[in-house]
């Protein structure tokens, strides 16, 4: 802990204070200043802040106070102003938003050229993007102008008033065909989005019936079932609308929708498109329950493996049923993109292994994947009987870079509203202030938060510059000592309940999901309670769960009785621990001898599937740096005979 608060201490020592003048000020001086000022400002009065300006001129958050100053009277300050505020602080996060509002006076005004000089497509703003549309067309630029209009078009949900006056300008000069009015409203339909289809279908008499008919069955797939005479006679956009239907039956009743393919499929002349569409909804559907009619569903429906998705479950599919000659054929034609990931490499070699066990050919296309540090990194060495190849590198940083970093004034802001106490604040501008620089510095800013404790950041900016190679950074030892006793309380492995936190939060304490477990091991209210009657664990509030021992205590006692529930197997009680012991077992139906490596691959659920592969993937290093070697998986995890 000490060595953090002088970490902190020299990050903050950095900030340079106000020059020795009258009106100079102390850190804790701006910091009060700053609280008035903010406070006044957020009642409408800008008094404090303007009288404290020069007080408050190096205070790393000044900035924040000048953007609600201005922004208060935005519509009144003049271009100028707005330009050279930009100039100094637009690297805030919130800036955005004054320059949504401030290119749309522009656009109103007809400024077009300054509007171009600040619209950056990078604001994600559509309404901004279709005001651009508007210039283009405008200016010479019709090309373009109609590319950025059909952008816009071709999406399956209402757009911004902007875009209205841009598709107008668009259909003006003929470029609004019927077919890209019949796309747009496929693509609503699609989404479910049924009160856009069907302004689109009453606006296009061309193709009315047909467009009200394909709302009716997205939102009543049983009329394929009883009113069939409706879908006739056969065309292009009555096969869309039965197909819509078939693919949303398929979601309540996958029988039914299979029943009916091949009847309406003798009738209708699909499209590629939606071929792939009724493969991936229909056969996806019946894969995920473990159907062999998906194959026959997902061949004849996507023979040339277009979508990626749908050919990684057929190859799922056939590994779960053992069918491992078709296996290792369709991995052998897989796209390019899919034969070169690390997963479907293993997973070629390892079919092979299964289908001809003598076959030398296998332990060749085991080694390259040997090498690497993932899950089928691990799996191939394993089958190879090699060491795991952990490759820990970090990467050496230029002291310039380092500093330059340190010096950033989004980082200033960031390490000010830490010391402050203000978290989630000090996260988004460390996130912001990520885009603005380059790999190596965001590999410093990386090593800047974990050298401060500041894990979540840290491995979220290391991450985001995509390099793996530090994992000092990417799997720090946090909590140590917490994580040690409670996983030998409970007799766990330690590496095991490190990978297991670090996969939940990433050791982001205040981490709350979007269900509402909380905390380093993501617990939901219920079950923290539950577990804390249990096991003894002294639990006085909900909002007790945010403290890291009493978080790690509950969630390795959870973990413990997860793990006995499956016969100590931490592949089932990884999963169990994300999806639920429910799912688990409904999983396992049928899993009777089948290897650990096929049963998590066809884990229904891709969350799941990466989850417990990531966990045990995380449990090799950590149990590495913990000095306890750690295997994928015991040799009593390989199969779940007696699960």
Request: glycine letters at 6%.
């Amino acid at each position: 802990m000490r060595s953090r608060l002088l970490s902190l201490f020299f990050c903050l020592s950095l900030i340079p204070l106000a020059s020795p003048r009258a009106e100079a000020a102390s850190l804790g001086e701006q910091r009060i200043l700053y609280d008035q000022a903010k406070q006044a400002l957020a009642r409408g009065d800008a008094g404090p802040y303007l009288r404290n300006r020069q007080a408050l001129r190096d205070y790393p958050l000044e900035p924040y106070l000048a953007y609600d100053e201005l922004t208060a009277r935005l519509k009144s300050a003049s271009d100028e102003e707005i330009e050279k505020f930009l100039a100094e602080h637009g690297d805030l996060p919130q800036v955005g938003w004054m320059k949504l509002r401030w290119l749309r006076w522009l656009a109103e005004r007809g400024d077009w050229r300054t509007f171009v000089d600040y619209y950056d497509p990078a604001l994600n703003f559509t309404e901004l993007d279709c005001l651009y549309g508007q210039y283009q067309l405008g200016h010479g630029h019709k090309a373009e102008g109609y590319a950025t209009a059909e952008k816009f078009w071709l999406v399956g949900k209402s757009q911004p008033e902007a875009c209205d006056t841009l598709f107008g300008l668009w259909a003006a000069d003929g470029q609004l065909t019927d077919q890209k009015r019949w796309q747009r409203l496929r693509l609503a339909a699609d989404a479910g989005n049924y009160g856009l289809a069907t302004h689109l279908a009453k606006s296009a008499p061309a193709f009315e019936r047909e467009g009200l008919l394909m709302v009716e069955v997205g939102q009543k797939p049983q009329l394929l079932l009883s009113q069939d005479s409706r879908f006739a006679p056969a065309s292009e956009r009555i096969a869309d609308a039965v197909g819509l239907g078939l693919r949303r039956m398929a979601r309540q009743d996958p029988d039914k929708a299979l029943a009916l393919l091949d009847g309406y499929a003798r009738r209708m002349p699909f499209s590629g498109e939606e071929k792939v569409a009724i493969a991936r909804e229909i056969g996806l559907t019946l894969a995920k329950r473990f159907d062999s009619r998906a194959l026959e569903v997902m061949a004849e429906y996507d023979p040339e493996l277009r979508d990626k998705i749908v050919a990684e479950w057929r190859a799922r599919l056939l590994l779960r049923l053992g069918r491992w000659d078709e296996a290792y054929r369709l991995t052998s034609r897989m796209p390019q993109e899919l034969a070169s990931s690390n997963r479907w490499r293993y997973w070629q070699a390892r079919s092979l292994q299964l289908a001809q066990p003598h076959s030398q050919q296998a332990t060749g296309l085991y080694q390259p994947v040997a090498r690497e540090r993932d899950f089928y990194g691990f799996l191939a060495a394993d089958r190879l009987q090699v060491p795991y190849q952990l490759n820990h590198k970090p990467m050496a940083l230029d002291s310039r870079v380092v500093q330059k970093v340190r010096n950033a004034a989004g980082i200033r802001r960031a390490l000010e509203f830490y010391a402050r106490g203000q978290i989630v604040d000090a996260r988004r501008e460390w996130y912001h202030v990520s885009r603005l620089f380059s790999r190596e510095e965001m590999v410093a800013q990386a090593r800047l938060a974990y050298d401060m404790g500041w894990y979540f950041p840290a491995i979220r900016t290391i991450s985001q510059a995509q390099y793996w190679d530090d994992l000092e950074i990417r799997f720090p030892m946090a909590h140590q000592g917490s994580m040690t006793r409670a996983a030998q309380s409970r007799g766990l492995h330690s590496s095991w309940v490190f990978a297991i936190t670090r996969q939940e939060s990433a050791f982001m304490n205040d981490a709350r999901s979007g269900v509402g477990a909380g905390g380093l091991m993501q617990l939901m209210p219920a079950t923290a309670q539950e577990t804390a009657r249990k096991f003894g664990i002294p639990l006085s509030s909900p909002s007790q769960v945010y403290d890291p021992d009493t978080n790690i205590q509950l969630g390795a006692a959870y973990l413990s009785q997860v793990h006995a529930q499956f016969g100590g197997n931490r592949v089932l009680a990884s999963a169990a621990y994300n999806a639920g012991p429910g799912r688990v077992r409904q999983w396992l139906r049928g899993a009777d001898h089948l290897a650990f490596d096929v049963w998590v691959e066809s884990i229904p659920f891709d969350e799941t599937r990466q989850y417990v592969q990531n966990v045990l993937s995380y449990s090799v290093i950590y149990g590495h740096k913990l000095n306890a070697p750690q295997p994928l998986v015991e040799w009593h995890e390989r199969y779940f005979d007696d699960q």
